[in-house]
């Protein structure tokens, strides 16, 4: 197969040369709510085509090499003094595969546990390109089953205004959970 970056013949879809000097991942932290932070792993414009691979058939191999190459390495070198559980943002399954749920799964370690199916969108409603007022005025309404009274993080693909993260923390947090913070892969900001 052909590296999707570089095009050149490789085993993965990202090959090794790729994953080294493109994909290497450096650590962002934005606040995005007073006291509440973000921290992502790449600028959106490192990552626009592998993002938009979560809409093809492929995207599940991609979310998965690039989950390893960042939110694992996070989850090997976090602790906490509690079990903390990953929520994936709106973990349904497109294309045989839910990215967010994948991005969750790295984070699979002695001191978080991934936790599916928690935090669900009732207002399916596409953000991609939409400006801040248009996020606010099409609230995702999500609603939470199976968690209260726990620790979390957030996980996503992408953060650009904060709505839809500050929306299922805000859900979370009327579940009597705590959200210590977000991950994402990349920020359209930096």
Do not use: W
């Not at 709510?33 to 979560?54: A, T």
């Not at 989950?67 to 906490?80: E, P, R």
């Not at 969108?121 to 996020?135: M, P």
Request: net charge positive; with cysteine.
């Amino acid at each position: 197969m052909l590296c999707l970056t570089c095009k050149n013949l490789s085993f993965q879809i990202i090959c090794k040369d790729c994953q080294t000097n493109l994909l290497t991942p450096s650590f962002h932290k934005r606040e995005i709510e007073d006291g509440f932070f973000n921290y992502s792993f790449y600028s959106l414009s490192e990552l626009e085509d592998l993002i938009s691979s979560k809409y093809y058939f492929h995207g599940d191999r991609v979310f998965n090499l690039l989950a390893k190459l960042s939110f694992a390495k996070f989850a090997s070198n976090f602790t906490f003094a509690s079990q903390v559980f990953a929520i994936p943002i709106d973990d349904h399954t497109r294309h045989d595969f839910s990215h967010t749920a994948i991005l969750a799964k790295h984070l699979n370690s002695q001191f978080i546990t991934p936790k599916y199916n928690s935090l669900k969108a009732t207002n399916i409603v596409k953000y991609a390109g939409k400006d801040l007022e248009f996020r606010q005025k099409n609230p995702r309404k999500f609603e939470v089953t199976n968690i209260t009274n726990q620790m979390t993080i957030l996980c996503d693909d992408l953060i650009t205004t904060g709505a839809t993260i500050k929306q299922a923390k805000k859900a979370l947090e009327k579940k009597n959970n705590q959200v210590l913070f977000s991950l994402t892969l990349a920020d359209a900001k930096l």
